[in-house]
């Protein structure tokens, strides 16, 4: 460049100066050009995008001002070519001022995390019990594996994968004909239709809706009708809606422990009114202790030592045809007239075969009388579903009558192990019947048929 600059002084100028000013001219030094600061394409897009507070101050306070307006003034799309391949740039800008403003989110979730997984150690497994909000969390279980790893959701929600999603098939295949709504084939372990038919069939028969549900197991059990635990009869006759009305449940007590039938019985009378005299029965009822076998009752229209005595008569006599060596009888009652008079004491003494000690209850010794008074409370219930219309005494006693058969002969007493109160009261050192045992070929038969059984869904 400056070469030729000279050149053009010399062809312009021929004279001796000119020559030696060319020389001149031919020495000197180059002036030193200032070069302009050239910077990243990625600063004026971020301050197009207003977003300037994301340089770092370093930086920024080396970038004048009228640069960064410039910038921020300037249509960044139709200042540079092909600026829309930036767009995955843009992006980046964007996921990093949001980071920028939550810097401490991440913390903050690490401590929800840490506390969550502390505490559902206590509340998961009270949550899981809650059969009604099983559905809710299988739901969001599936909606956070969306977001985590399965296994990190197991971990939080205190479940394995396993479990997870045995609990997810059950919540989509929801069987329309099994009571736990699962499915037969996924689940053969579950009771068959056909031991549900037997239990709805125990609990249909007219014959036993004086029964509580316990004296339907053990008869469907003795019967072999059904071969299950009894938590799970009541768990089923729960799902199936089946229900017994059953007296409010008392603080229990302890009261006289026998060890063989006639160590201690119990008379008591109570009183039913016939709904077309409006006439009040007085029933005398005398029942062993350690059986809870009724072994005598009388009707009378007085409440006097007459109806007490003939019902004792009855008692004392099935003792003596059934224990003929037994030696000693305490019978307690409670303090009525009806019970201590010359009359009773005249049976008592005369009664050669075995001797019988008299008590009061709560005065001679400190139990009550309530073994008996719980079998009247059974006998009533018997009436108020048998008897309800009978308005005459001999009505009354014919249904009577029938009340304490049943009872004695065929309702399986849950207190007796099974037993009925004739059984225990005849073979007191029975044990539970063999059919009770027979599970494992229950157990068996059941997922035979269970993996036969096909609802909509297996279909």
């Given at each position: ?451 036969k059984t096909n609802c909509n869904v297996c279909k």
């Amino acid at each position: 460049m400056y070469f030729y600059e000279g050149v053009c002084r010399f062809t312009t100028l021929n004279s001796r100066n000119n020559r030696q000013n060319f020389f001149a001219l031919l020495h000197e030094q180059p002036s030193v050009i200032t070069m302009r600061k050239q910077y990243d394409t990625a600063l004026p897009l971020i301050c197009s995008m207003g977003k300037e507070h994301l340089i770092p101050e370093e930086l920024h306070s080396q970038i004048p001002s009228s640069t960064i307006n410039d910038w921020k003034n300037r249509n960044y799309h139709s200042h540079y070519f092909g600026s829309e391949m930036n767009t995955m740039l843009k992006e980046v800008i964007d996921h990093y001022a949001l980071l920028n403003e939550h810097r401490n989110l991440k913390k903050v979730l690490f401590a929800i995390k840490r506390v969550w997984i502390q505490s559902s150690k206590i509340i998961m497994p009270v949550v899981y019990k809650m059969k009604e909000y099983e559905d809710f969390f299988i739901d969001k279980i599936q909606y956070m594996i969306e977001f985590f790893p399965g296994n990190t959701n197991f971990k939080w929600f205190r479940i394995s994968s396993s479990g997870f999603y045995n609990k997810l098939m059950n919540v989509k295949l929801k069987c329309g004909i099994s009571p736990t709504q699962n499915c037969f084939r996924r689940n053969p372990l579950q009771l068959s239709t056909s031991e549900i038919n037997s239990i709805k069939n125990l609990f249909e028969n007219p014959q036993f809706k004086c029964w509580p549900i316990s004296s339907l197991y053990y008869k469907g059990l003795r019967e072999g009708q059904i071969q299950v635990a009894k938590g799970t009869f009541y768990k089923y006759a729960k799902l199936l809606n089946l229900k017994r009305l059953h007296p409010s449940k008392l603080k229990k007590r302890e009261g006289i422990k026998t060890e063989c039938p006639n160590q201690f019985i119990h008379v008591d009378t109570t009183f039913w009114e016939l709904p077309s005299s409006n006439k009040k029965l007085a029933i005398a009822i005398v029942t062993d202790n350690y059986s809870r076998k009724i072994l005598g009752w009388n009707t009378s229209f007085l409440n006097n030592a007459q109806n007490v005595k003939d019902a004792l008569g009855d008692a004392i006599a099935k003792i003596n045809y059934y224990y003929p060596n037994c030696e000693l009888i305490n019978l307690l009652a409670d303090g009525g007239m009806e019970n201590h008079n010359k009359e009773i004491e005249t049976l008592i003494s005369e009664t050669n075969s075995t001797t019988i000690q008299k008590l009061i209850a709560r005065k001679h010794i400190r139990f009550s009388n309530s073994p008996v008074e719980a079998v009247i409370k059974i006998m009533k219930r018997y009436l108020r579903i048998i008897a309800f219309h009978s308005t005459t005494k001999e009505s009354l006693e014919k249904h009577l009558m029938k009340a304490v058969e049943d009872y004695n002969y065929n309702r399986p007493h849950n207190s007796l192990d099974g037993l009925t109160p004739y059984e225990a009261y005849t073979y007191p050192i029975q044990k539970r019947p063999k059919e009770y045992q027979n599970t494992y070929t229950a157990r068996a038969k059941r997922i035979k048929e269970n993996r036969k059984t096909n609802c909509n869904v297996c279909k």
